[in-house]
């Protein structure tokens, strides 16, 4: 089975399916072509046509807008680059990479309202949960830090952690008010209007199946009846994060492995007052392999995470038994909420992620003409992240990147350590043992 192939979204978000574009039916010749229609391709496909409205600009998408990892994920709308969340690792640029992630995020729900999608992000704020009083101890030494960057996260002791989300299990928890919830498949949505109403070409059930770079990229994309046609563009955008070492790119810096997620039927407001979590705060712990939790519009609460999954040679299709995973996070919601003992799944699903060795994510061009760009390596932070590195992708191909790149993110080259297979399973499959041993006796 090829990664085109992959099995169909079966997420709570994509349970009304929307209709899809036409297929690539001719050769073309474009200024920007992108690959792949989540968040990141559409993103850089409507931030381009903002900045340069007589650009051509088309996306090309191998199933439908959202099929993949953005209609996959957990709806949290987390600020920060991954590895600078809630740690202060690059001090000398935390609170501007605070900053920009915050406003992007308020940017998407200003797109999302304009488009009519306002109800389905909530900017409730979210929480990092302690399992333990050490992740407790170094919670309230960041919030301190924070502080005295004039950044607003809260550090909350276990009673207040209890007090606004209904559960004793946990040390104490970070809250940053900035954050936010949200329908994944909404998102894409929205992105999608908003991009098609400012002239970006879509064309979904269209794979590119191999580039080739030059002063003009080419990309053979499968389109109509599958035939074959050529995109010719002066720069193409790879918007495929966990499927982009299929076309080659990124294979011994990026891991693609698979997390699981679960949501319940709708449970409605007294369940949600009974078991003490009317707010409805987002909330996930401070494990290596995390937990998180959230709810959906219609009042669903859904969990996910708390495993990866590896398949040889970053294998993009799920294949594992989802039932039994679904039991371990029903174990893990009844740990923290123990009246919902009785509540059923009636939506169980995978999602693909991708993260580099060093957890840190990168936005830039590459190639000899430096006119093939990227962003990738979300590690869970792709909904704020991706969205953000449409806005740089952007900037790049207009020449005009220079606000960026104190980033850290900003062609970040992340470390190039990973073999080719077979040795490449041994080594990722040990690496996840490795933090599976580290999250070990942490909870009790």
Not at 337 to 355: C, K, N, Q, R
Request: contains cysteine; charged residues 20%; hydrophobic residues 40%.
């Amino acid at each position: 089975m090829s990664w085109i192939d992959q099995e169909e979204n079966r997420s709570v978000w994509a349970r009304e399916p929307a209709p899809r574009n036409p297929p690539l039916n001719q050769n073309l010749q474009v200024d920007v072509a992108v690959v792949g229609a989540g968040y990141t391709g559409l993103s850089s496909a409507y931030h381009i046509k903002i900045l340069h409205p007589e650009k051509e600009v088309a996306i090309f998408e191998a199933k439908y807008a959202g099929h993949g990892a953005s209609g996959r994920n957990g709806g949290m709308c987390l600020n920060q680059p991954s590895k600078d969340y809630m740690s202060m690792i690059h001090p000398g640029t935390h609170r501007l990479t605070y900053d920009a992630t915050a406003n992007s995020l308020k940017e998407l729900g200003d797109l999302m309202r304009a488009g009519g999608f306002g109800s389905s992000i909530r900017f409730s704020g979210s929480l990092l949960t302690n399992v333990d009083k050490r992740g407790a101890e170094g919670s309230r030494e960041y919030a301190a830090n924070a502080a005295s960057l004039g950044m607003p996260i809260e550090y909350w002791d276990g009673g207040r952690v209890k007090q606004e989300i209904g559960t004793g299990v946990y040390s104490g928890g970070l809250f940053d008010p900035n954050a936010a919830e949200a329908d994944p498949i909404k998102i894409v949505r929205a992105l999608k209007k908003a991009a098609e109403k400012a002239g970006v070409a879509i064309y979904e059930d269209s794979p590119v199946l191999d580039i080739h770079e030059g002063r003009r990229a080419r990309a053979i994309v499968k389109g109509e009846g599958g035939q074959m046609h050529e995109v010719s563009a002066n720069a193409l955008v790879l918007g495929t994060d966990a499927y982009t070492s299929q076309l080659g790119y990124f294979r011994s810096r990026l891991v693609v492995t698979h997390t699981e997620l679960a949501a319940t039927k709708p449970l409605g407001e007294p369940v949600f007052r009974e078991i003490g979590w009317a707010s409805r705060t987002p909330f996930h712990d401070d494990r290596k392999l995390l937990y998180h939790l959230g709810t959906t519009d219609d009042g669903r609460i859904m969990i996910g995470a708390g495993n990866v999954e590896y398949f040889f040679n970053d294998g993009p299709v799920y294949r594992k038994d989802l039932g039994r995973r679904a039991s371990a996070l029903k174990a893990e919601l009844v740990r923290i909420y123990p009246a919902l003992a009785g509540v059923e799944f009636d939506h169980v699903w995978s999602g693909p992620l991708s993260f580099s060795l060093n957890m840190t994510q990168s936005v830039g061009s590459m190639g000899k003409q430096r006119n093939i760009f990227y962003g990738m390596g979300y590690a869970g932070h792709g909904v704020t992240l991706a969205f953000l590195f449409g806005k740089v992708i952007a900037d790049l191909i207009d020449g005009n990147a220079d606000r960026w790149k104190a980033m850290p993110f900003y062609q970040n080259p992340m470390p190039s350590l990973l073999p080719p297979e077979p040795l490449r399973y041994p080594v990722v499959k040990s690496y996840l043992g490795y933090l599976r041993l580290a999250d070990k006796g942490r909870v009790g």
